[in-house]
C-alpha cells in the first residue's frame, strides 16, 4: 500500500508542491467543508506549540474531522515507559491519520514506518518541519506572484532552526539565492551547506545584520533563537539577542519584500515593525490553515480534482 506519511517536504517534487499549493488556494478560497466527515485526526505533540497543533485541529475540523490527542505528553502512558512504537500502533487503532511532533530528530520517519496510518511530521527536533515549509512557501507564492529565482535571506538560528532547513531542501526547486545571516555559533550546518551545493543552490553567508545587508531581499525569513535545543544555556545567552530587526534597518528594502517569521517571536522583530507594509508572519500564520486542509486531505488520499469538484461547502 501506498505510504501516504508526510515525513520529509525533501520527499517533494516541484510538482507536488505546485500541486499542494493549488490545494491550498481552494481551501483559502473555501475552508468550511464536510469533505472529511467521518475520519478521526490525531494530534499527537510530545514538544510545546501554539500555531502548529491549534491550525492543525482548525484545519481537521473545518472540514468536518474529528479531533484526539494530547498538547502534552506527561499526561499520556509514556510515563510509564510506554515506547513510541506502542503508542503510534494504539493510535493508529484510533484515527485515519497522526500528525505529530516530536523532540527527538528521525522519529517522524520511525512513526511513518511502523504506523498503518499516515504520519504528518508536525516538527522532529531540529530536523524538519514540512508542514511549516508548506506555509512558508505557500505564503511566499502569495506575496511575490512566483516561488521562481527569489533571493530568500535567513536570519537568526540556523544551527538548531528546522524551518529553514526544511526550507532549503523545498527550494532545490525553485532556483532561489540564500543568504544566511547568523552568529557563528548559530551558522548553517555544513550538512545543509553541501546539500545546497550539491543541489546547485546558490548562497552567501554574512554574521553582519544591517539595512545594506538585506536591502536585496525578497524574503527577510526571520527566526528565534531555539533556547531549547542548547546544552550550555551560557552558551544561549550569549547569542539570544543578537540579531533584532529594528523598523530603520527596512530603509532601503525593496518595496515588495515581506518579512517572515515561524513565530513564536522572542526578541528577533520590533513591536513596531508590526505595523509596517513589509510586516507578513500573522497573515503567513493563518495560511498555515489552508496548506494544512490540503496536507491533511492529501495524506487522506483526497485529491485536488476531489477538492475542486466537492459539493459539500459550507458558507
Ligand atoms: N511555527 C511553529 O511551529 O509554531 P508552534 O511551535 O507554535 O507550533
Known amino acids: 500500500m501506498e505510504n501516504r506519511s508526510l515525513v520529509s517536504i525533501a520527499d517533494h517534487t516541484r510538482e507536488k508542491i505546485e500541486y499542494l499549493i493549488q490545494m491550498a488556494q481552494e481551501f483559502e478560497r473555501r475552508p468550511n467543508r464536510h469533505l472529511l466527515e467521518g475520519k478521526v485526526v490525531a494530534t499527537l505533540f510530545f514538544e510545546p506549540s501554539t500555531r502548529t497543533r491549534l ?7 473545518r472540514l468536518g474531522a474529528r479531533v484526539i490527542g494530547f ?3 506527561k499526561v499520556t502512558s509514556g510515563t510509564k515507559g510506554e515506547t513510541l512504537k506502542d503508542t503510534i500502533m494504539m493510535v493508529s487503532n484510533y484515527a485515519d491519520v497522526i500528525v505529530m511532533r516530536h523532540y527527538l530528530e528521525g522519529a517522524a520517519r520511525y512513526a511513518s514506518e511502523v504506523a498503518p496510518v499516515p504520519i504528518v511530521n508536525a516538527g522532529d527536533g531540529a530536523n524538519q518541519h514540512p508542514s511549516q515549509t508548506m506555509l512558508d512557501l505557500y505564503s511566499m507564492y502569495k506575496t511575490q506572484g512566483t516561488l521562481d529565482n527569489l533571493n530568500i535571506y535567513l536570519v537568526g538560528d540556523l544551527k538548531y532552526g528546522r524551518t529553514v532547513h526544511s526550507m532549503l531542501t523545498a527550494m532545490r526547486h525553485f532556483s532561489p539565492t540564500f543568504h544566511f545571516i547568523a552568529p557563528e555559533e548559530l551558522a548553517m ?3 545543509y551547506k553541501k546539500y545546497c551545493r550539491d543541489h546547485g543552490i546558490k ?3 554574512h554574521t553582519e545584520f544591517d539595512a545594506d545587508v538585506i536591502a536585496g531581499a525578497d524574503i527577510l525569513y526571520m527566526t528565534r533563537v531555539q533556547k531549547e535545543r542548547f546544552t550550555d544555556l551560557m552558551e544561549y545567552e550569549r547569542v539570544k539577542d543578537r540579531y533584532l530587526l529594528k523598523l530603520d534597518m527596512l530603509a532601503k528594502a525593496k518595496p515588495t519584500m515581506k518579512i517572515l517569521h515561524p513565530l513564536p517571536r522572542v526578541n528577533e522583530i520590533e513591536y513596531s515593525i508590526d505595523d509596517d507594509p513589509h510586516a507578513y508572519y500573522f497573515e503567513q500564520a493563518r495560511n498555515g490553515l489552508y496548506a494544512r486542509q490540503a496536507l491533511i486531505c492529501d495524506a487522506l488520499g483526497i485529491t485536488l480534482e476531489d477538492v475542486k469538484n466537492d459539493k459539500t461547502i459550507i458558507l
Open 71 to 73: 498538547a502534552d505528553p
Open 55 to 61: 491550525s492543525f485541529e482548525t484545519a481537521a475540523n
Open 203 to 205: 548562497y552567501v553567508e
Open 189 to 191: 550546518p555544513e550538512t
